[in-house]
């Protein structure tokens, strides 16, 4: 009996994911990327002798897709992750509080004493979060009203203040929705909440690449596919996927001047671009319009010595939102490199790279004492203007299933209905997902991944 053949189109994690379980489970599998590198959305690149990545992506324990996906790759032991949640909180002066879980407590006591000494915020508030963490314990994230309200109005219906959801509740929400409480789904937002924080007392806590993403994913990534015998092809647009015309199963792949021949194909692009690869599939053009954009910008702060020994910092009561010392990643031997992340973005995009720069430089000397007395040897900004959809309110609806109405066509990305926000993990199933049914389109009916209690298929 011959192999099925399964191509997937799109190199980045979702796309390198399904290619890995497709091979894994016996196919034969050709991976095309129209870019010449591998990793999507997570990349870097060389600037002034020091590795930058185009913005600082981060998973949580509970990231377990994406963990085995690490695994797989063979890199496992280049990311950091935490022994427990601590994120030391900063505000302008210094002044540090330190949001911690308890090594003892289950969930989502395990929080308790945190929130009860969470100094940003006054007694008064902080008396209320308990209350609201419990009630959003028991928010239904698949029932269709709940997708209907944005977070900051569950927000303010369960007495959280504008001060609370701004110094505490947007901490979270924001770098992982990609949008404040005001304009999240509260579905989305309870979904995180929900599976990071009050249901498992390990769950949340953080890690993040030790090297540069390019080699995390993209070198990786490219080795392991081919140890797996996947065909690789890069710099290769896909300019058509076209259906027999008499009916017949299977697809023919026009690569730039050359064809593949496929029992099934993964369309593993971002919203913004799938309607480009397959512009005939009813409702896929509507997708990149109903889903939108949110945008992620990163300011890369070079200073001439160390202003700071903490390692990851979240700012509070300022624009700089995220800051990670990626000094031993960059390949930096004196002084220190810290990364800004700035998620919900839109405000950065149109400002000129020098005003951001300034602004960034002189928040980072608010947060750090230090940093006044330093010399900041290079700035440097990156934008990612369509870094995610835009999860507000109704979208749910927007994001498709992995399955389509053309059998062995099938769907994957960050964006698509995995019921996660867009995360390197929700990119990651969503790969599992689509090979799954890829394989079952081809006739594999052995060796499948195994399929996701909360996946969602078409009807």
């Known amino acids: 009996m011959s192999r099925p053949r399964v191509c997937v189109v799109g190199g980045g994690l979702a796309g390198m994911a399904a290619a890995l379980a497709c091979a894994d489970a016996g196919a ?33 324990r509970c990231c377990t897709a994406y963990r085995a996906f690490l695994e797989r790759l063979g ?68 029932a269709a009203e709940t997708d209907q309200w944005t977070f900051g109005e569950w927000l303010t219906r369960h007495r959280q203040s504008p001060a609370a959801q701004a110094a505490l509740w947007d ?51 490219l080795r392991a596919l081919e140890r797996a015998g996947v065909e690789v092809l890069t710099g290769a647009p896909v300019t058509a996927v076209d259906r027999p015309p008499d009916g017949r199963a299977g697809f023919t792949i026009r690569v730039a001047d050359s064809q593949r021949v496929a029992d099934a194909v993964v369309v593993a692009v971002p919203h913004t671009a799938v309607a480009d690869v397959v512009p005939d599939l009813h409702g896929l053009g509507e997708v990149r319009a109903r889903l939108g954009v949110s945008p992620i910008v990163n300011v890369h702060v070079v200073y001439d010595r160390r202003v700071t020994d903490l390692e990851l910092v979240a700012g509070v009561g300022t624009d700089v939102q995220f800051v990670f010392d990626r000094t031993v990643g960059a390949g930096l031997d004196r002084g220190q490199y810290l990364a800004v992340s700035l998620s919900a973005a839109d405000s950065y995009m149109d400002r000129p790279a020098d005003e951001v720069k300034a602004a960034v430089v002189a928040g980072l000397a608010e947060l750090f004492p230090l940093a006044r007395a330093a010399r900041v040897v290079d700035t440097l900004v990156s934008r990612e203007p369509a870094a995610t959809f835009r999860g507000v309110p109704g979208s749910r609806s927007a994001r498709p299933p992995s399955t389509t109405a053309v059998p062995g066509l099938v769907l994957a990305g960050a964006w698509s209905a995995t019921g ?26 052995r060796r499948l991944p195994a399929r996701p209690a909360d996946e969602e298929v078409a009807v």
């Open 75 to 142: 890199v496992a032991d280049r990311v950091r992750l935490q022994s427990r949640l601590d994120v030391p909180v900063v505000a302008p002066g210094g002044r540090t509080v330190r949001l911690r879980r308890s090594r003892l407590l289950p969930a989502p006591a395990h929080l308790g004493r945190s929130l009860l000494t969470y100094r940003h915020l006054p007694v008064r508030d902080r008396l209320r979060l308990g209350p609201a963490a419990f009630a959003l314990r028991r928010v239904d994230v698949d």
């Open 171 to 221: 901490l979270i929400c924001r770098p992982t929705v990609n949008l404040p409480a005001t304009e999240a789904s509260l579905a989305l937002a309870a979904m995180v909440f929900q599976t990071g924080l009050l249901t498992e007392a390990a769950a949340a806590d953080i890690g993040w690449a030790s090297v540069p993403l390019g080699e995390l994913h993209g070198d990786a990534g």
């Open 28 to 60: 034969e599998v050709t991976l095309v990327e129209r870019r010449r590198r591998l990793g999507g959305a997570t990349w870097s690149f060389r600037h002034n002798d020091l590795w930058f990545d185009n913005g600082q992506h981060v998973f949580l």
């Open 420 to 445: 996660w926000p867009a995360t390197m993990e929700g990119a990651v199933r969503s790969g599992n997902t689509a090979a799954r049914h890829a394989l079952l389109a081809a006739g594999q009916t």
